[in-house]
């Protein structure tokens, strides 16, 4: 069976710092694809980052980097220099060859000003 | 004992067919989502119902029409499908429709229009 589990439920970083969300993730497929997905009070879903299993170089997006271990099944994203705009609610997903994606339970972000 | 289950997990049919996607969950939970994937991995809201009343209704094509017929169940029928309709298409629910609730995410169904 494939998870995607995020232990946070909650985190809090104040304004301009650095904080790191945990996502790690289980399955038996080689190939695969990961992503990191914010969430604002509108319900979208704004893709942030994604990492093809296959890199081994750690996928950035300006202030969003992703600390990918694959043999760890670890897949945490880190966000720098935080702004009160980065505050939603988080979701880590693991999506294989046939385009389904399997989502963590989300973690909510909250910047301190 | 799947949280949010959808049906079918693939649908391949003809352009101009009518279909439904089903949803359920059994969480409890008041309010239920439909989402649709897009090629970029971009996942857009389309509805939200609460307790069987449609709350969010974003810019869809009216030949899309979810169905509530009680707080469990969210049906997506589509109707006259065209080639840009085929997507994955995710349900979810959460307890509330506050965006302090986390979502629950059903496994998607893609959609293949051909």
């Known amino acids: 069976a494939q998870t995607v589990t995020q232990s946070q439920p909650e985190m809090s970083v104040q304004e301009a710092e650095t904080v790191t969300l945990s996502c790690t993730y289980d399955t038996s497929e080689s190939d695969y694809y990961l992503f990191w997905y914010k969430q604002p009070p509108s319900r979208q879903m704004i893709l942030v980052i994604r990492?093809?299993?296959?890199?081994?170089q750690n996928a950035t997006e300006n202030r969003f980097s992703v600390n990918f271990q694959k043999a760890a099944k670890s897949f945490s994203l880190k966000i720098s220099d935080s702004q009160l705009g980065d505050a939603a609610m988080y979701f880590c997903?693991?999506?294989?060859?046939?385009?389904?994606?399997?989502f963590g339970k989300g973690t909510r972000l909250h910047i301190l000003p | 004992d799947t949280a949010v289950s959808q049906t079918p997990k693939y649908l391949v049919t003809q352009m101009g067919n009518d279909k439904s996607i089903k949803c359920e969950q059994n969480l409890g939970h008041d309010t239920m989502y439909w989402y649709k994937q897009d090629s970029k991995k971009f996942l857009k809201i389309m509805f939200s119902y609460n307790n069987k009343e449609l709350i969010i209704n974003e810019t869809v094509p009216n030949r899309f029409s979810p169905k509530s017929p009680d707080k469990a169940h969210l049906n997506l029928h589509i109707n006259s499908l065209e080639l840009g309709d085929s997507a994955v298409y995710f349900c979810a629910s959460s307890q509330g429709g506050t965006s302090n609730e986390k979502l629950f995410f059903g496994s998607g169904t893609q959609l293949s229009v051909l």
């Open positions: 990492q093809e299993a296959y890199k081994q």
């Open positions: 997903a693991l999506m294989n060859r046939d385009d389904k994606i399997i």
